[in-house]
Each structure stands twice: as C-alpha cells, then as structure tokens.
Nanobody, 115 residues
C-alpha cells in the first residue's frame, strides 16, 4: 500500500498562483510516476501533469506554460506549481502514485479560482 498526503489547495483570484504538494509513504517501488489529475463538477477526471522517477514529464495542453511539476525523489514528494490560474482550473486535484505494484490516489484537495 502507498499512502498519499496532499496539501496546498485553496481559493485564489484569477491570475494568481498556488503550489500543491503530495508526499508518498509506504510500499514505494523505485521506478514510478507521480502526478496530478483533476475533476471539475460534472466532468470526468483528467490528467494535469505527471513526472516519472527518471525525470520525464507529461502535461495537459491546457496547463502547458502555466503549471510546473517537480519532485524530490529522496522525500517521495511531488509538487505542482500553478501560475496564471484561470476559473476553468477550478477542480478537486488528486495526487497519484503509479508503479508496477499498482496505482494509488490521494483524497483530493480543492482548488477554486474566483474573484
């Protein structure tokens, strides 16, 4: 089992910034991918960004140039720096940890972009 603890969500005005963090603990395979998905009301969960333990990254087109994913492998922690936030970024953001041993999800953190 892998436990994921997320933090950093909240309310921000359009154009503002937030930083999400997610720390993983438990049975962690050295080769893995960590990242973020989001789900807005009435919509399906969608990819935001992922970063593999080897360094490769994957971003949704809608966040390229605004969001940056990074990770500290020694701490098993992934970060999502979100800049130039838009109202359409409002969603519950879920951290994920994926490896050959399975896929795990955090409890989600709410991000609301509103004036």
């Amino acid at each position: 089992q892998v436990q994921l603890v997320e933090s950093g969500g909240g309310l921000v005005q359009p154009g503002g910034s937030l930083r999400l963090s997610c720390a993983a603990s438990g049975r962690i395979f050295s080769i893995n991918a960590m990242g973020w998905y989001r789900q807005a009301p009435g919509k399906q969960r969608e990819l935001v960004a992922t970063r593999a333990s080897g360094g490769s990254t994957n971003y949704a087109d809608s966040v390229k140039g605004r969001f940056t994913i990074s990770r500290d492998n020694a701490k098993n922690t992934v970060y999502l720096q979100m800049n130039s936030l838009k109202p359409e970024d409002t969603a519950v953001y879920y951290c994920t940890h994926q490896s050959v041993w399975g896929s795990y999800w955090g409890q989600g953190t709410q991000v609301t972009v509103s004036s």
